[in-house]
């Protein structure tokens, strides 16, 4: 029979059964239900709301079946409907009457909403630390490249010179964002709902506090309808994980255009590489179309949670056992993602002199020459005209601005001389831009500083 079968006179139709049980994805918060079931257990006791023997005895018993489920000496039942009712129904066939105590003070409701608070924590921490390495990553690659020249794109267009150190460190800021937003998430995760009951909390005198502390929570829940159907903090992390999936994901198109005989890059190790089954020539940045590819299903996961929570009347209601799947499979993919590409990025070959080459054409050069001109005077409009008409001579006769003779530049305007040479030299592009935030070499080892700091911050705190 079933834990809530009392007032019904026959049993549910096989199919439903199947239809309503969440045990086949709920089971991996196992942990979580238990370790919620002791503290309540604890709390009970303490409060003298179940005898103190009693309290000992589902404490002990429970901590057994957790061992027990560790070993995968535990079959779960599908008819048992979820994990909660599966413990439950363990701890009951192993201490009877004394088991049945448990609930007391308690509903389904506030314990699936403790367990996935407790199970997300736990999932956020995680994925901080995998972000951490990333980081670091970020942080040694750049260190390697401070001097390394390449085009900056705009439009997908050369634009100007920065260093390949600047680049990373772009992506360096984007997920050091993605650290602080999930952060912030945690703080709001970290709430603790027993006591809220189905609803409308209980008549027995729970020591909330208690249960929070002993379970490491910072803070209580303050209204018991919104603790048993708020599921803000489970779509805060699955908006969370969707951009990270974004920044992968752009990080990803320009290592796989990097990649691409046309750019010639980065190369990427085997080990992070795939062949093609035809063409034995082929070495494809599989890893990094997968990882884009993959975003695909945590913005899907977002889509879910927000539709299944829109329009949801208070309090709990049944569509909600449909937030699992999604959020766990968000997070399953994000902790998959990171680690492969992380490492895909240490092992990555930097092509400095293809960088180096792509960026001496294009004329990425060019606003600088119009800077040259507005230092001897010109106003900046008008030296963005000469430079223009100069690029579009140098695309006729198949020239660099470097590479044209003073009588040629001469033709431009009578007040370039010799300097112009050095001062619009690639190096000198990228020295000139020191302001904070710039790819000068100091710009960006001050922001490489700034970037350390940050993550043994982060580290102090997770
Ligand atoms: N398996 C359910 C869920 O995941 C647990 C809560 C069920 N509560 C209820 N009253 N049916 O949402």
Not at 157 to 173: D, G, K, L, S
Not at 360 to 373: C, K, M, R, S
Not at 390 to 409: H, Q, R, S
């Amino acid at each position: 029979m079933k834990l809530w079968g009392g007032r019904f006179e026959k049993g549910t139709d096989k199919s439903v059964d199947d239809f309503n049980s969440s045990i086949s994805f709920d089971s991996r918060m196992y942990k979580q239900d238990i370790l919620g079931s002791i503290a309540h257990a604890n709390m009970l006791g303490e409060c003298s709301i179940i005898p103190k023997e009693d309290s000992t005895l589902i404490q002990s018993t429970l901590k057994e079946i957790l061992t027990d489920i560790e070993n995968g000496n535990i079959q779960f039942e599908v008819d048992a409907e979820d994990i909660h009712m599966n413990i439950e129904k363990i701890l009951i066939s192993r201490i009877g009457d004394t088991g049945k105590m448990l609930h007391t003070g308690r509903s389904r409701n506030d314990q699936v909403a403790l367990d996935i608070r407790m199970y997300l924590k736990d999932e956020i921490t995680n994925i901080k630390q995998m972000l951490l390495v990333l980081e670091k990553t970020l942080i040694e690659i750049s260190n390697q490249n401070l001097d390394t020249i390449l085009p900056g794109y705009t439009h997908l267009q050369r634009a100007q010179p920065i260093t390949f150190a600047h680049h990373m460190m772009a992506y360096f800021q984007m997920f050091k964002r993605d650290l602080e937003r999930l952060e912030d998430c945690y703080k709001r995760t970290n709430i603790m709902p027993l006591g809220s009951g189905a609803l409308a909390s209980t008549t027995y005198p729970l020591d909330r506090l208690m249960v929070a502390k002993e379970l490491g929570f910072d803070e209580i829940t303050q209204n018991s309808l919104d603790a048993v159907s708020d599921r803000d903090f489970l779509i805060e992390l699955s908006c969370c994980l969707s951009i990270i999936m974004m920044h992968l994901s752009r990080f990803c198109e320009e290592i796989i255009l990097w990649s691409s005989h046309e750019f010639g890059f980065v190369e990427m190790d085997d080990a992070y590489s795939t062949g093609s089954s035809i063409m034995p020539q082929k070495k494809n940045p599989d890893v990094a179309e997968l990882v884009r590819g993959k975003s695909g299903r945590v913005y899907g996961s977002l889509i879910t949670l927000l539709t299944i929570m829109k329009s949801l009347p208070l309090a709990y209601n049944k569509d909600m056992q449909e937030d699992k799947e999604a959020i766990f499979d968000g997070v399953d993919t994000v902790k998959m993602c990171l680690p492969v590409f992380t490492n895909m990025l240490k092992t990555m070959k930097v092509k400095k002199d293809n960088m180096y080459k792509a960026a001496q054409g294009g004329f990425t050069n060019a606003t600088d020459i119009a800077d040259y001109l507005v230092k001897k005077g010109i106003p900046f409009r008008n030296a963005h005209e000469i430079i223009g008409k100069m690029v579009l001579y140098c695309i006729e006769n198949n020239k660099a601005i470097d590479e044209l003779g003073m009588d040629e530049l001469k033709n431009f305007s009578e007040l370039i001389s010799e300097d112009i040479y050095t001062e619009i030299s690639l190096a000198k592009c990228v020295s000139g831009r020191n302001l904070t935030g710039g790819p000068s070499k100091e710009s960006v080892l001050d922001s490489i500083k700034k970037g350390l700091e940050f993550l043994s911050q982060m580290n102090t705190c997770s």
